[in-house]
């Protein structure tokens, strides 16, 4: 990259265990599972896992080919329904959502304190018992343990991040999850919340043991270099079920679905087979990688000076951050958000919504104003929170819709907290 | 204590491996090597260390009593000469601060950047050969190695502590070392720098590894609650010679001979058998305890009502990270400097000074202008990022005279790491 005049907005942000939030199903999330395609050269051996993802019904758009699978411990029945660990994706969802409405309820009760170093070895247990008990509900699921690691630590961490309990708790248990249907090479399960604001993944035994022992590394960090563009870690969590464990982690959603991104990268700083597969390039919305970068780009993306001054030096902190844990598999996600492109498209919808929009008065969303002011408040916070954005957006002529300030193109993505 | 109207300047200062620059022998100095004074309720069993300290020639007036004792690892020879591990103190300090000067020095080429969790257990390792080597200097002493623990770690705590890495070299190596001659019960050496601002204490193999343990807790209290009242830390070290390891731990002056302390109290919050012993009420500068102050004090101290919630809140939070590290025996240092009484000492030693105005013009303190100048400024520089003195300073009526400015007169001092 080469630094100079914009016409363009340029955002950062990142993810070590990747995370989006996209109409699209996001390619990122099987580079994390598909780490070795550098090594291997295969870059052909990536599923397809196509489709878009029904956002407003809770079910997914499943291509056939999927029907039967089992990567991992996710497996698709000949009826298409998804289990993991042979647990229903559907009580796993629903489960998580009593057990992080306890969890984080429960933090209220514990006023807010300095974060000592035990905090970050600390789990807190409750048994969910399918008739309830004083403390939990009672359910329609199998009874189950849930298991929260450091609460108090990861409280602190969405402080940090401008997320309070109740935008948490809104977000995660306010709504069904909606599950994506690209579970990646290690059958991996990502759940996103209605609103699109956060992700949640199933890590193995190794990672989630792995994301615990980072947290003091992590919250140094954080203090250092505010402007960081790892990954935002909400929460870390055992559902455990059957004698089964099933860990999750809890993060920000990358991809804003309110921001298109026009163009995205996954980049690693090399040229060896970086090149995207044919058939990621046929997608609506494809992630290229270094070498169609260098093709798209030949000059590189203009940056002003001081963005990019400040954009290489994050890059630098947090390289060093991921040296230091032990982490060499990660890449750079670049997202582009291509202002002139917006603004047709947002022409282009507006004439388009001209004609239709007797339909679209009244209808189901107006019992759910409160809902969704609380929502769009914590979108701002979260979009005001993001170091990306403090640190890598750059000028731009400003832009009478306020609804269509163009925040995000430029995204950094820093994946695989599991190849240790 | 009562919030109200004041009279007096508060500041509160900590350790809890005591420290203090002072002309008097410092009685806070035994109290954490004699941690059970109050279990075992033997407030007289305090040694009888006494005298002045001679500050500027580097040796002690010690008194004829401790000729020939041995307290821990300290003797005191018949001759007055003072060894431990049976290593001559000259020696051993003469030795430290070749290894300060090398390991502070040799940071220099090291450029600044986060700390990571691994700074807190590396350890750099130099051997000082008597001839010297390509990066060691020759000296007189038995040749020793030195170690320095968490060198990058420490690094961090000086610049967040506002000290600058030649202002650090200048007080611990341009001038000797001056010893303070209380070993305390358990034989602890202090060193103090020749212009007061540092103090060097040995301790014991256990307290060291913990302390080592405690730094990254000690990160996080900082950088969560910068008005704390613990000790500032300011380096670890091991000084090897003889198969002995001497270990040693750099930090402030709590007490500075700039300001005096008319009264001085080491408060526990107990009442049993706290009352200062007859020998310390004897004593110039005696450290009275809790009995003792309520006595002095029946209505306690006024402090304005914003500072007694902002030092009450400071306590809390302090004494919560010291229950963390599993810490039960701490005091707080009360230091009370009378306005009215500096004063009249001030107009006496105008008084006095005059008489003897002649003699003190020239003198051998023209020839170190430059150096006393850095000095200065280091010290304002500490008394500036003093936590204590920004949170706990209370108004008080405008002093002409900027030389006198009464920045200290409430201490506090959580003592001993050494008792877990």
């Known amino acids: 990259m080469a630094s100079g005049d914009v016409d363009e907005i340029q955002v950062a942000e990142s993810s070590f265990i990747s995370s989006s939030r996209n109409d699209r199903v996001p390619s990122e999330y099987r580079d994390d599972e598909n780490t070795e395609d550098d090594v291997s050269g295969d870059d052909q051996s990536t599923e397809t896992l196509g489709g878009s993802i029904g956002r407003r019904n809770g079910t997914m758009a499943r291509q056939k080919l999927e029907k039967g699978k089992k990567i991992?411990?996710?497996r698709v029945g000949v009826g298409g329904e998804i289990t993991y660990k042979k647990i229903q994706t559907s009580q796993i969802m629903g489960s998580i959502q009593l057990g992080i409405q306890h969890a984080v309820g429960g933090l209220a009760s514990k006023p807010e304190r300095d974060l000592l170093m035990q905090d970050f070895m600390t789990v807190e247990t409750t048994v969910f018992a399918a008739d309830g008990s004083n403390h939990t509900p009672a359910h329609h699921y199998s009874e189950f343990t849930f298991k929260t690691y450091a609460p108090i630590a990861f409280r602190y961490f969405r402080d940090l991040f401008g997320i309070q309990p109740d935008d948490f708790l809104i977000s995660f248990c306010s709504a069904p999850l909606r599950e994506l249907s690209?579970?990646?090479?290690s059958g991996s399960i990502?759940?996103?919340?209605?609103?699109?604001?956060?992700?949640m993944k199933t890590v193995q035994h190794k990672e989630g043991e792995f994301l615990q022992k980072l947290l003091p590394g992590y919250y140094m960090n954080l203090n250092q270099n505010p402007r960081t563009l790892l990954p935002k870690f909400f929460g870390l969590y055992c559902y455990q079920c059957n004698s089964k464990n099933i860990r999750l982690v809890a993060m920000n959603n990358l991809l804003p679905s309110y921001v298109a991104l026009h163009q995205k990268y996954d980049l690693k700083g090399s040229t060896y087979k970086r090149k995207a597969s044919k058939a990621e390039r046929q997608k609506k919305s494809?992630?290229?990688k270094d070498?169609?970068?260098?093709?798209?780009?030949?000059d590189g993306i203009f940056l002003e000076a001081d963005t990019y001054t400040a954009l290489n030096k994050t890059i630098q902190r947090d390289c060093r951050v991921l040296e230091s844990f032990k982490i060499m598999d990660y890449s750079l996600l670049l997202g582009i958000h291509n202002l002139d492109q917006a603004l047709r498209e947002k022409l282009e919808q507006k004439k388009n919504s001209m004609h239709v929009e007797g339909d679209e008065a009244g209808g189901p969303s107006s019992g759910s104003v409160s809902l969704n002011r609380t929502?769009?408040?914590?979108r701002q916070r979260l979009v005001a929170h993001s170091t990306a954005m403090e640190s890598i957006q750059a000028e731009s002529e400003p832009i009478d819709e306020e609804e269509d300030v163009p925040l995000v193109a430029l995204y950094f993505h820093f994946k695989s907290i599991q190849n240790y």
């Open 291 to 298: 070498l169609d970068f260098m093709e798209h780009h030949p």
């Open 286 to 288: 494809p992630t290229f």
């Open 72 to 74: 991992g411990h996710r």
């Open 190 to 199: 990502f759940y996103v919340t209605e609103d699109d604001e956060f992700i």
């Open 375 to 378: 929502r769009s408040i914590n």
């Open 182 to 185: 690209n579970p990646g090479a």
